[in-house]
């Protein structure tokens, strides 16, 4: 099955600073690949997603890449403010196998004022 | 994309006793999944809770301690039977929409077994 490493675990930046998660995965036919925020007592909150047959999607200050040669993506965050922190995941899913998400280990983000 | 509520929204429990954790979406949806997040850990799919027949489990879960039923599109419920403290995590349900690789996630409930 898929298995996706996310690295690194914690990463505490200084606010205006850039954050960058990356992210690895194992299956070739995985299509799909979201993030997630989740914050202290909520659950996942999609922020953005990026799909195979694209290399890089922005929005605002987020913006993901995809390299589906080597089989990682990333997540960029720039002009970070004390509201990104939070804990951050990444996932693949392949539509063939039924959209299952299948989420990396998670980066706590401590963004410092 | 969806409003997705879950109930309870927390609740603590003795060692033995179930608990039924109910999803409810404002709009049909396709898919339903429910997960596990167990402290200060990722996500791990239970299963896929299949509207009208049995729920398709992944490896390490059992329909016998995590029963699921999904009566119609916009309603699934969670049940964890014979609680142990290792049972104690936060239960979250997700949603895709039709024609849409996009899963949204309800706030959780969070399950403390004592």
């Known amino acids: 099955g898929e298995n996706v490493e996310q690295h690194p675990s914690t990463l505490s930046v200084q606010e205006g600073d850039s954050a960058v998660i990356k992210c690895t995965y194992s299956d070739s036919a995985s299509n799909y690949f979201p993030w997630y925020k989740q914050e202290l007592g909520k659950g996942p909150q999609l922020i953005i997603d990026i799909r195979s047959n694209v290399g890089e999607k922005k929005d605002q200050r987020i913006a993901v890449t995809l390299n589906k040669t080597a089989k990682h993506f990333s997540l960029h965050i720039t002009e970070t403010q004390p509201e990104d922190s939070a804990v951050y995941f990444c996932?693949?899913?392949?539509?063939?196998?039924?959209?299952?998400?299948?989420f990396g280990g998670g980066t706590r983000v401590l963004v410092k004022p | 994309s969806a409003v997705i509520s879950q109930k309870p929204s927390r609740d603590i429990c003795q060692r033995g006793t179930s608990l039924t954790i109910q999803c409810q979406v404002d709009s049909q949806v396709t898919m339903m999944f429910w997960y596990r997040q167990q402290p200060g850990q990722s996500l791990t799919l239970i299963a896929t809770?299949?509207?009208?027949?049995?729920?398709?489990?992944e490896s390490g879960f059992v329909i016998d301690k995590f029963p699921i039923s999904r009566p119609n599109l916009t309603f699934s419920t969670l049940t964890v039977s014979n609680m142990s403290p290792e049972d104690s995590s936060i239960y979250l349900c997700?949603?895709?929409?039709?024609?849409?690789?996009?899963?949204?996630f309800g706030p959780g409930t969070r399950l403390l077994v004592l």
């Open positions: 997700s949603v895709g929409l039709p024609g849409r690789e996009t899963q949204y």
């Open positions: 809770a299949n509207q009208g027949s049995e729920a398709t489990y």
């Open positions: 996932a693949a899913s392949n539509g063939a196998a039924g959209n299952k998400l299948t």
